[in-house]
């Protein structure tokens, strides 16, 4: 998803990984009933609470005089209407959720921490420091002031009061594991390559997925926090998902040529060979990262959300302005549904059914102007 948007450096590196070539268009489902309200700038990742029975929003505000700032909006799950609003000290981008412990946790995807939400009350619990600024080559090459990684998504382990968060950069992005209890970097381990992106969780096995966009997958043990490298059947991994009966990882495939532009030259990767066109999901094998399926997509697929009890798979396609519905499955496409302009991050409610979108803005419009939430009572 597009995190880094409000970043200079995230624009140089990242704003072209949601800006895909074409591929034969699809025919879009007007069916399909779908509620659509502007909230506030820059909306980012989105959680349902099942305890709550809310939805939280993350927006990450806008700049320039009168600019609204980074805050948790806390929506009703029928109207979206805003119910409450939790002010963030900085801008607000991936989000992770633990009901059970009423805690939401929010990434500070250009300040290199996180802010602990209690639900019960509706107030900041905490704020974890992951790093601190260092002088190194920046985005350009030269030296500058700045946080080792930028953060993305965010994956929580209740099972073992952990927190998962990569960090990105060209040369060496990393996992910073976060103890939940004492709200405090416990480990940061290095070695993900270039520019980490997509995280998931298999509680069943204690796995931590993490891919990167030089077709890397990489099993971290939950217990002892050993890692293992795989070479994966796909080439720009930016999200993931986690199968929890066949422990498949499933991941968006972008194949955007600046990518591969990055790779060599921030990247130092000379000799690497590309895995695939992109504009797919991909699914792969978890002992050996072997490609498994793939399944075309529209341009720009993003965020995708698997729910295996009904069999479906939700994917974003931010470049065409869409929303994907697969049967899981048999990977037969079922629906294709409008939602202009880009489409960004999912939330499930798995309950009544119900599936959250929200909806980026397109570029060179009026920077401070709302985006949007959509809610789809799905078929």
Do not use: C
Request: net charge neutral; glycine share 8%.
């Amino acid at each position: 998803m597009n995190l880094f948007k409000a970043s200079s450096w995230w624009k140089f590196a990242l704003a072209a990984l949601w800006m895909t070539a074409g591929v034969p268009g699809l025919a879009a489902d007007a069916s399909v009933p779908v509620m659509r309200t502007p909230l506030a700038p820059g909306l980012y990742e989105l959680a349902y609470s099942e305890r709550q029975d809310a939805l939280y929003v993350a927006s990450a505000g806008d700049r320039g005089a009168g600019a609204q700032p980074s805050r948790i909006l806390k929506l009703h799950p029928g109207t979206l209407a805003v119910q409450a609003e939790i002010v963030l000290a900085h801008g607000g981008y991936g989000l992770a959720l633990d009901d059970a412990a009423q805690r939401l946790y929010v990434g500070h995807a250009m300040d290199a921490g996180i802010t602990v939400i209690d639900l019960a009350t509706d107030r900041v619990a905490g704020v974890v420091q992951l790093a601190q600024k260092v002088r190194a080559p920046g985005f350009d090459g030269q030296p500058a002031e700045r946080y080792p990684h930028s953060l993305r998504e965010l994956v929580v382990d209740p099972a073992r009061h952990r927190l998962y968060a990569p960090g990105a950069w060209f040369t060496d992005s990393a996992l910073y594991v976060v103890d939940t209890q004492r709200l405090q970097v416990e480990k940061v381990l290095p070695g993900f390559g270039f520019l980490a992106t997509g995280i998931a969780l298999d509680a069943q096995r204690a796995q931590v997925w993490v891919s990167n966009l030089q077709g890397q997958l990489f099993r971290v043990d939950a217990r002892s926090l050993a890692v293992t490298r795989l070479q994966a059947g796909g080439d720009q991994l930016l999200n993931l998902a986690l199968d929890p009966a066949t422990h498949e990882v499933w991941a968006t495939d972008q194949g955007l040529p600046m990518v591969d532009g990055l790779r060599r030259e921030q990247g130092g990767l000379t000799d690497y060979v590309r895995r695939g066109d992109g504009n797919r999901v991909v699914v792969l094998d978890p002992d050996s990262g072997r490609l498994r399926a793939s399944l075309p997509t529209q341009p720009g697929p993003v965020a995708l959300l698997l729910d295996a009890r009904r069999e479906r798979l939700y994917v974003t396609q931010r470049e065409a302005g869409t929303l994907a519905i697969f049967d899981s499955r048999t990977s037969a496409l079922l629906h294709t549904i409008e939602l202009p302009a880009h489409p960004n991050s999912l939330a499930l409610d798995a309950k009544r059914n119900v599936l959250y979108v929200s909806i980026k803005n397109a570029a060179g419009g009026d920077k401070g102007a709302a985006e949007s939430v959509a809610r789809i009572a799905l078929p």
